[in-house]
């Protein structure tokens, strides 16, 4: 049996592989997205087809002539050093790149192919994806492949972590491309571990200092009373930061939240009740519930997500404020969970970044406020969880509206007994 060549193929195809090659290592060693791959590879095929347009030229001319002239032969020995250049520039490569053809079949792989998917011999006809049936990149390989496949095991060696991507390419042509994450993935987790471990080792030192202080009676030393109250504050909310932060690390472990029926229309009224004893009469809080539709999805988890926009809305509003919890459903039978404010806005440079951990519009504003800078994260990770997604509109100085959209599938209709739409049930 032929073992396979990682190396080079010969005649047309070898200017092609050249193309891709070349093209994949410029986006390896620049660090550039798969996207720009494409760009990359355009400018790579222009410029290796003038190469291979020159060399049938170099070639056709030395057919005809008799004899090749020193400045043919140079020319010849100039283009043939680049390809083999290029065929040392593939075996280097550190991500897996392979050719497949219209049905699917191996037309060519490098060797880094090898090492991380396993490809040895060249069958022509033997399809990836029989391949690698059996491995979770078989078994990607054989859906619409409309997931980004981003973290999956090496069919090679499953200690290996890869990221994979698929690209049209030429007439029928499609191209493979598999990325090692592994030390990425590794250095993740290490993050994800640590803090995850912190917050857990910091939990009981402040729960028990926190104790202590609530012990202390402010009456009892007048002159300590405003330190009193602020020490009491403060450590408060640290056990809040590292409460969230906990969650955080949970909701990051996890790869699903249970499927629950979650009734809407009651949740909207316990949001509206919490609201309003954090507000304490400061805001005008209203329900416009256009929907009785109820949800799939985690009712602990989403009750703390709704709850995180509804506290904020709360906190950013000026006394005097108006606060809408919305529930509707939108023409393509999408759900959307709604919290409207008219208060501080927020201008569209931080809109982007507004859901990263402890990122803050105002840091003081926050803190004045009681928050953590986690509660967007957590949203935004429970949504995920729920393959939502959160969307934001504000305009500084007139208000803001935090909007999570949930998928049709996850929308179930209202309880027939009537319980899902805050109605008593029969007796
Ligand atoms: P925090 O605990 O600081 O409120 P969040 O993650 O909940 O943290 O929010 C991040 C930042 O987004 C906040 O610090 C605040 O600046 C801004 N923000 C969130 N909700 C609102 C809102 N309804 N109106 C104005 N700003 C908001």
């Known amino acids: 049996m032929r073992r396979a060549n990682p190396g080079f193929p010969t005649g047309p195809a070898a200017v092609l592989v050249t193309t891709l090659v070349l093209a994949a290592a410029a986006t390896a060693v620049s660090g550039l997205s798969w996207w720009s791959f494409g760009v990359v590879l355009g400018g790579q095929l222009i410029t290796l087809a003038w190469l291979a347009v020159a060399m049938k030229a ?8 008799p004899l090749p002239s020193r400045d043919q032969t140079q020319k010849r020995r100039r283009l043939m050093a680049q390809l083999h250049d290029v065929r040392d520039a593939a075996g280097a490569l550190p991500d897996a790149v392979v050719l497949l053809d219209a049905r ?3 037309r060519w792989f490098n060797a880094a192919a090898t090492r991380l998917l396993g490809l040895r011999e060249r069958h022509p006809e033997g399809s990836l994806t029989r391949r690698l049936a059996g491995s979770e990149l078989g078994a990607w390989l054989q859906t619409d492949m409309a997931e980004p496949a981003t973290d999956m095991p090496a069919p090679a060696d499953p200690s290996l972590r890869l990221s994979v991507t698929i690209m049209p390419f030429g007439a029928h042509l499609r191209l493979l491309l598999a990325r090692d994450i592994s030390t990425l993935t590794r250095l993740e987790q290490v993050r994800r571990d640590f803090v995850a471990n912190v917050s857990h080792e910091l939990r009981t030192p402040l729960t028990v200092i926190h104790g202590y202080l609530e012990l202390l009676d402010p009456a009892d030393v007048p002159e300590l009373a405003p330190v009193l109250g602020e020490m009491r504050m403060q450590s408060q909310r640290m056990r809040q930061i590292v409460e969230d932060l906990l969650t955080l690390s949970r ?7 249970p499927d629950e029926e979650v009734a809407m229309v009651p949740l909207l009224e316990t ?7 954090l507000s304490r009469g400061r805001h005008h809080i209203t329900v416009d519930a256009s929907s009785q539709a109820r949800l799939r999805g985690s009712t602990h988890h989403l009750h703390s997500a709704f709850s995180n926009l509804v506290s904020n809305a709360v906190r950013y509003t000026p006394s005097g404020g108006q606060i809408v919890i919305g529930w509707r459903q939108t023409v393509d039978g999408e759900a959307v969970f709604s919290v409207r404010d008219s208060g501080l806005g927020i201008s569209a440079e931080h809109l982007v970044r507004l859901t990263e951990r402890f990122y803050r519009v105002s840091s003081s504003r926050s803190r004045e406020s009681g928050g953590t800078g986690l509660g967007l994260s957590i949203v935004k990770h429970v949504l995920n969880l729920h393959q939502g997604r959160l969307v934001i509109e504000s305009e500084p100085g007139r208000g803001s509206t935090f909007s999570c959209m949930l998928d049709a599938s996850r929308v179930l209709p209202p309880a027939s007994d009537g319980i899902g739409r805050g109605e008593s049930s029969p007796a």
Request: neutral net charge.
């Open 251 to 257: 909701l990051e472990t996890r790869e699903a939240l």
């Open 271 to 277: 949001l509206r009740r919490e609201a309003e004893a």
């Open 58 to 65: 170099t070639n056709r001319d030395s057919k005809n002539a």
């Open 104 to 106: 699917g079949n191996v």
